[in-house]
DNA sequence: GCCTATCGTGATG
DNA sequence: CATCACGATAGGC
C-alpha cells in the first residue's frame, strides 16, 4: 500500500450508523480527501477515534460533503480540524517509523465484511477480477453482488478496492482509473 | 453492442 | 414478511 507501509490497521465493527462524526478536509499527497471519523469512547474503550469515512474528493467540497450525509443520513457531522489532523498524519505522514494503528470503523452485512477480507488479502500489486473474487468466496455466481459490495466500501485506498480489473479490462474505478 | 442470468441490499408497504 | 429496482459483472450472441 501506499500510505506508511508500518501503518497498522485494525478494524472495529459497527452494529449501527455511529450518531456523531466527525470530519475535516485533508491535503493528502495523493489529492484532497474527507476523513470522517467516529466520536471517541464511543466505539473505542483506547480513547481513539475510529475512521469510518475516507473518500477522494473529486470534484469540490462541496459535493463530497454531501456525499457524506447521503451515506450516513442519521449522523450528525461535526468539523474537528485537530483530531483528523491527527488520524491523517497517522496515515500519510509515513517519513518517520511510524508504528500508529490506525482504527477503523466499518457497518456491513457478514457478506459484506466477507467481501473486503478477501479483498484485503490480495497482495500488493495483485490484482483480481469480481469473478475470481466471488469464486474465491464460494460464491461464484454472486458477481454482481460482490461487485455492489466493494462499491459500498466506505474507505477508499484502505481497502484496495484499486486491485480489481474488470474482465474485458475496462476497469470502472468510481474515482477514476488514476 | 445488446440481452440476460444472477444475488445481496435497501426502500417501500 | 413480500416485492421491487438496482449495480464498479460476465458471458453469449
Redesign the pocket.
Same mark, same amino acid.
Given at each position: 500500500m501506499w500510505f506508511a507501509p508500518s501503518t497498522q490497521i485494525r478494524l472495529i465493527l459497527l452494529e449501527k450508523p455511529p450518531e456523531i462524526i466527525l470530519f475535516d478536509f485533508v491535503n493528502t499527497k495523493f489529492g484532497k480527501m474527507i476523513i470522517g471519523a467516529i466520536n471517541p469512547l464511543t466505539v473505542d474503550p483506547r480513547d481513539q477515534e475510529a475512521i469510518c469515512v475516507l473518500y477522494f474528493v473529486d470534484k469540490n467540497e462541496e459535493i463530497t460533503y454531501n456525499e457524506v450525509i447521503k451515506r450516513w443520513p442519521k449522523s450528525v457531522l461535526i468539523k474537528d480540524k485537530a483530531k483528523i489532523q491527527l488520524l491523517a498524519d497517522k496515515l500519510f505522514g509515513g517519513n518517520k517509523e511510524n508504528s500508529e494503528v490506525v482504527p477503523i470503523a466499518i457497518l456491513?452485512?457478514?457478506?459484506?465484511l466477507s467481501v473486503w477480507k478477501a479483498l484485503a488479502d490480495l497482495k500488493r500489486g495483485e490484482t483480481c477480477?469480481?469473478?475470481?473474487l466471488a469464486e474465491r468466496m464460494g460464491?461464484p455466481?454472486? %458477481?454482481?453482488?460482490v #461487485?455492489? #459490495? %466493494? #462499491?459500498? =466500501?466506505e474507505v477508499a485506498v484502505l481497502i484496495p478496492? &484499486?486491485r480489481?480489473v474488470?474482465? =474485458?479490462g475496462a476497469t470502472?474505478? &468510481?474515482?477514476g482509473a488514476a
Open positions: 456491513g452485512t457478514e457478506f459484506q477480477t469480481y469473478s475470481q460464491r455466481k454472486a %458477481v454482481r453482488a #461487485a455492489s #459490495a %466493494v #462499491a459500498k =466500501n478496492c &484499486h480489481i474488470s474482465q =474485458n470502472k474505478y &468510481h474515482w
